[in-house]
């Protein structure tokens, strides 16, 4: 089976550093994305990552180890529009050969002046 | 601008009755999805469609059905059979052999409450 585990709920205060984590247990893993999604909206692609290793995108950075199946997404100089959900999802590779993502339950992020 | 257009944005149903939910993309990608949001779940494959006049099911497809006559359309419907349909609904495409950062485009959702 798929699991992708993240917390729930996080909070943090305008201009701090947060880091959300993402543990995946998964079959055919192709690559691991974040999304950004705020309430009622269209999730929006922020990072992507295959192989081992830190991306980093302005504000947003995200780590990948493939043998621990752990990634994390860092969000720095913290915004208040910054609050919304992050999606942790994986693109697995079917036996048809088919990719899919596969997502986690969101951590919703709440972000204080 | 291209994208991806779902309508209604909000929809009510009564019990027993059948609602469709369309999708159409301008992004000229071959492969379009239907995925299912609910509180507390993270996003779950209802059907994908990798190319015109062909779908498969996705994980909770039970309930509902799709069709694709058009590249540019993969309109959802919502049956009476589908026991929970209250979600959020989204659409999203990709382009053919998604591999490297090619990511799913998505819509920006229909909401359905079943009355």
């Known amino acids: 089976g798929q699991n992708i585990d993240q917390p729930t709920e996080m909070t943090a205060t305008e201009g701090a550093i947060v880091q959300i984590n993402c543990t995946y247990q998964?079959?055919?893993?192709?690559?691991l994305f974040w999304y950004q999604q705020h309430a009622g909206e269209a999730p929006t692609f922020l990072s992507y990552?295959?192989?081992?290793g830190l991306e980093e995108k302005g504000r947003f950075s995200s780590f990948l180890s493939r043998s621990k199946g752990y990634s994390y997404l860092l969000l720095k100089e913290l915004q208040m529009k910054d609050s919304a959900s992050y999606l942790c999802?994986?693109?697995?590779?079917?036996?048809?050969?088919?990719?899919?993502?596969?997502f986690g339950t969101g951590t919703r992020l709440l972000v204080s002046p | 601008d291209g994208g991806i257009t779902q309508s209604p944005k909000y929809l009510f149903r009564k019990e027993g009755q059948n609602v469709t939910l369309s999708c159409e993309q301008n992004?000229?990608?071959?492969?379009m999805y239907w995925y299912r949001q609910d509180p507390g779940q993270g996003l779950r494959l209802i059907y994908y469609?990798?190319?015109?006049?062909?779908?498969q099911k996705g994980d909770i497809a039970e309930g509902y059905s799709v069709s694709r006559e058009k590249k540019e359309s993969f309109p959802l419907t919502v049956t009476s059979a589908q026991k929970n349909p209250t979600a959020f609904y989204l659409c999203?495409?990709?382009?053919?052999?998604?591999?490297?950062?090619?990511?799913?485009?998505f819509g920006a959702g229909s909401r359905l409450t079943v009355l």
């Open positions: 999203a495409s990709a382009p053919r052999g998604t591999t490297g950062a090619n990511v799913l485009t």
């Open positions: 992004l000229n990608h071959d492969a």
């Open positions: 999802a994986v693109r697995v590779v079917m036996n048809t050969g088919f990719q899919k993502l596969v």
């Open positions: 469609s990798q190319i015109v006049n062909d779908f």
């Open positions: 990552n295959v192989l081992d």
């Open positions: 998964t079959s055919g893993f192709n690559g």
